[in-house]
């Protein structure tokens, strides 16, 4: 199905809105979402070097502009192969290296199909990272830590999550991801 642009960025605020918010996931998001701190881009039809142009391009756009918190780079239409992400993902943070931005932005990855290293593909916990669409998370690292200071289990985050999800069972997830696609 074909999306406009705004209709993307809609449908990533909609799973921001009722998973990673709603059900607490990132217990950091909710500020940012609620301030208009985050940056959406989408990026279509674009191949594994315009793609990666494009990290270093919101990179450099986070620089200019402070007072946006973080990024979330969606691909509608490419990288839609779990395996051929993870190569995005990989070559992405080599880049924040080899372009100087180790220790100032790290990379959360989000995708459709996404799969946990050693977990089946189909286990409920693998929705914790789970989206509308392949999407990497440029974040300020050194805002990342001052949040994570000031939680009082930031530790505790992720196997929380995954007790959510089980919890939830993943019919849940995949008629949410759905409704929102349809909708």
Wanted: net charge negative; proline share 4%; with cysteine.
């Amino acid at each position: 199905m074909n999306y406009s642009e705004q209709q993307i960025i809609n449908q990533c605020k909609q799973w921001l809105e009722k998973i990673i918010i709603g059900l607490n996931f990132c217990p950091f998001a909710k500020k940012e979402f609620v301030q208009n701190t985050i940056v959406y881009s989408v990026f279509t039809h674009v191949d594994m070097e315009t793609a990666l142009q494009g990290v270093i391009e919101e990179c450099q756009c986070l620089d200019k502009n402070p007072e946006m918190e973080t990024s979330l780079l969606i691909y509608p239409d490419n990288f839609q192969y779990f395996e051929d992400y993870l190569d995005l993902v990989h070559f992405a943070e080599q880049l924040l290296i080899r372009e100087g931005y180790e220790g100032v932005y790290q990379i959360a990855s989000f995708h459709p199909d996404y799969y946990f290293a050693g977990v089946d593909e189909d286990d409920d916990s693998n929705y914790t990272n789970r989206s509308p669409f392949p999407i990497l998370h440029l974040i300020r690292e050194e805002s990342l830590a001052k949040a994570i200071k000031a939680h009082p289990d930031a530790a505790a985050i992720p196997d929380k999550n995954i007790e959510v999800c089980q919890q939830k069972g993943g019919k849940f997830f995949a008629d949410f991801l759905n409704h929102i696609k349809h909708n």
